[in-house]
């Protein structure tokens, strides 16, 4: 079909997808809205992920982002009850100050993103590395130390959320 | 080739929508028989030989009554939210591995939809991802009734979903390191099923699987008492049957993913002596046919005490339910995930 | 102050382990759930099987006719005297000639009205009867949708002449020689009606 394979339908459509749910998640008024487009996002993510044959990455990207992380976020904003009404409404100046920094912010993305193209991506061992097995080989065998880093650093993180979440300290 | 595996996958996943839908129509009317049973009275008797025609009857009913969408609701998403959550309880069937694969000709047909190699964790993410179709329909009634069922609901599962992933993850360990469903199941082929290695594991699993499928004990979302009928309080018609109807099929769905990972799915005991009595080759359509028999009477075995719990024990307050989810079965949890890595240590299926 | 000795105090001791797990009375609640499966039920089969009434159930009225088919009432009150929801008024007629098979006493009851929402159906009027006129039956007052067509006149009230009603079932020996008895408040009024005359 137009010179393309499947794979790169496939990829057309989920990034185009994926795009235009973010901006949706930004231009929505209503933050549920937001968040539930943000919810699609991450799901035509976990397709990409998907394309890219890591598969439990892209069923963690779900079981993770969209499950958990994105129903709390959901919980929180449907416990604050906010809507159009409480919005607070931005002077013109503040308008003005947030579009020249996004204008900014873009300019140095399109700056950085030039570069790339004489970047040559090196092809990391065999196409499989996204399978559980092989990942998880990878991941405590050679990433060993950096993988209980992190894990020390969200124990550490958890530890301080239960810690502010307190009310009193005895 | 590829007309044949478009048609062996279409007859199959017709095959297994199919099977979700009926049995969670029947589940309704087993319910409530079963429930008339255990209170001394009969159950369902009129629609038909022993009420069997109740399920078509509260269809009827469901489709003729009158669709009522609350003026100040969310339209869109109250519309979308019963769809939602029907559709990722389906999604859930799609890994079961029904029976052993059919031979026909050279070319193997596994009864199931979809093998994924990561199964455990697609179960998981499918469950947790179940819970928007609350969520959203509990905020978009703009009720504060189902606004709160869908802020207790969504607690719940995430409370439930760490202790279960935990709880499966011991049962990854002792299944031989794979998170793919149908080797799981076939790795219970020979010697025992997984619940010898995993009592524990099985006891956590089966109490978070009553907390994810909303189940009584742990309906706090729907619990008539405090929520009127929780999430589903502005829905009426078929709308709302949807919704009970998605509750039967979660139910559905996991029980027959108990029954596979804790209670050898398809095989039992002595099945290789009983085929090799009936003189059948591997590959044979009958043991696929027995072995669909198995698993299918674990699963309504699962199915009743299900039903039969809820009447039997009284609801979780709030604040039990989270003491049990986050102070109980997590610890437990992680002790098991302890216990089964010193136990597969010395049985010689792991090493360091 | 201790009333009865109902009482229960109620302990706060800890809970043992056993009790801590839940499981034990779990386990122990669906096994007696599980052995009610096994119960004999007490449901009734409505339209098919029914519920026997008691032989002396107390339903709607009827007025009794005689063997040859004359009401038997003599509209004498002492019904409506006796009916303590004051639900029975009638109006008395005097027989004329030719009447005689229509009704058994000189004076009838021209007119007869039960008001079936106020009657408590205590069967006082049967019992207060001394011509064995007026009965209760087995039959359940019909739902209306009305309130003044729970005013039973004697179109529904006496029987029909080829519908009978059996009453022999109430109309024991024994019950009419009770009702004979001397203490009843109506024989007391009967009597002092007689003195009268």
């Known amino acids: ?170 | 080739m590829l007309i044949e595996f478009i048609i062996y996958k279409s007859i199959i996943c017709v095959a297994i929508f199919a099977l979700s839908l009926g049995i969670a129509a029947y589940s309704t009317w087993w319910e409530r028989k079963f429930a008339g049973l255990l209170q001394d009275r009969w159950g369902p008797s009129r629609a038909g030989k022993w009420g069997l025609l109740q399920p078509l009857a509260d269809g009827g009913k469901m489709l003729f009554k009158e669709e009522i969408i609350p003026s100040v609701s969310n339209k869109v998403l109250f519309v979308l939210a019963p769809g939602l959550f029907i559709v990722t309880a389906i999604i859930a069937g799609v890994l079961i591995p029904w029976a052993k694969p059919v031979m026909i000709g050279d070319s193997i047909y596994p009864i199931q939809i979809a093998d994924v190699n990561v199964g455990v964790i697609f179960l998981l993410s499918v469950g947790s991802v179940g819970v928007y179709g609350i969520m959203i329909g509990g905020w978009a009634s703009n009720n504060k009734y189902s606004l709160l069922s869908a802020i207790r609901s969504s607690a719940q599962m995430i409370s439930y979903e760490l202790a279960m992933g935990i709880s499966l993850i011991a049962l990854i360990i002792t299944a031989g390191g794979t998170l793919s469903f149908a080797e799981i199941v076939a790795a219970q082929d020979a010697g025992f099923a997984n619940v010898v290695w995993q009592p524990l594991g099985f006891l956590i699993f089966f109490v978070c699987a009553l907390a994810e499928t909303n189940r009584a004990p742990f309906d706090l979302a729907e619990c008539e008492t405090e929520l009127i009928g929780g999430y589903h309080t502005e829905y009426s018609a078929f709308k709302l049957g949807l919704f009970l109807f998605a509750e039967y099929i979660n139910m559905f769905v996991s029980s027959a993913v108990m029954a596979g990972f804790y209670f050898g799915g398809y095989n039992f005991p002595f099945a290789n002596e009983l085929y090799t009595a009936l003189g059948l080759q591997e590959g044979h359509w009958l043991i696929s046919l027995i072995g669909f028999g198995a698993y299918f009477t674990k699963t309504l075995i699962f199915i009743s005490v299900f039903m039969w719990i809820r009447w039997t024990i009284p609801r979780f307050r709030y604040d039990q339910l989270m003491n049990l989810g986050w102070k109980t079965l997590l610890p437990l949890s992680l002790l098991n995930l302890l216990i089964t890595v010193i136990v597969e240590y010395f049985r010689g299926n792991i090493n360091f | ?197």
């Open chain 1, 1 to 170: 079909m137009l010179g393309y394979t499947i794979t790169q339908w496939t990829f057309g459509i989920l990034s185009f997808l994926a795009i235009m749910f973010a901006l949706m998640v930004v231009f929505s008024r209503n933050p549920v809205n937001s968040v539930l487009y943000l919810v699609l996002t991450f799901f035509c993510i976990a397709g990409h992920y998907l394309l890219l044959n890591a598969q439990f990455l892209a069923v963690v990207h779900i079981a993770v982002y969209a499950g958990a992380i994105m129903v709390l976020f959901l919980f929180v904003i449907m416990l604050m009850n906010l809507n159009q009404d409480t919005e607070p409404q931005k002077t013109a100046l503040s308008k003005l100050i947030a579009g020249v920094i996004g204008g900014l912010l873009l300019i140095v993305l399109v700056g950085a993103l030039k570069g790339t193209e004489q970047l040559q991506l090196t092809q990391y061992g065999h196409s499989d590395i996204g399978l559980v097995k092989n990942l998880g080989t990878v991941l405590f065998r050679e990433y060993l130390f950096p993988f209980e880093i992190v894990s020390i650093l969200l124990l550490s993180a958890l530890v301080g959320a239960i810690m502010i979440g307190k009310k009193e300290i005895k």
């Open chain 3, 1 to 197: 102050m201790q009333l009865t000795n109902r009482s229960k105090v109620v302990s706060n001791k800890e809970q043992s382990f056993a009790e801590k797990i839940y499981l034990p009375a779990i386990i122990s609640g669906m096994a007696t759930t599980f052995s009610h499966l096994f119960k004999k039920r007490p449901t009734i089969m409505y339209p098919e099987v029914k519920k026997e009434y008691a032989p002396v159930y107390r339903g709607q009225h009827v007025l009794k006719r005689d063997e040859n088919g004359a009401e038997r009432c003599t509209s004498c009150g002492m019904c409506a005297v006796a009916c303590p929801a004051e639900a029975i008024t009638m109006e008395s007629g005097e027989r004329k000639k030719g009447e005689e098979h229509l009704y058994r006493e000189e004076k009838y009851a021209k007119k007869y009205e039960i008001n079936m929402l106020r009657c408590i159906f205590c069967g006082l009027c049967e019992e207060a009867c001394p011509k064995e006129a007026i009965f209760l039956t087995d039959k359940i007052v019909d739902a209306e949708f009305e309130r003044d067509t729970f005013i039973y006149g004697k179109d529904k009230l006496v029987e029909k002449i080829d519908k009978r009603i059996d009453v022999t079932k109430r109309q024991t020996p024994e019950v009419l020689e009770f009702k004979k008895r001397v203490g009843l408040r109506h024989n007391e009024l009967n009597k002092t009606i007689e003195k009268k005359h």
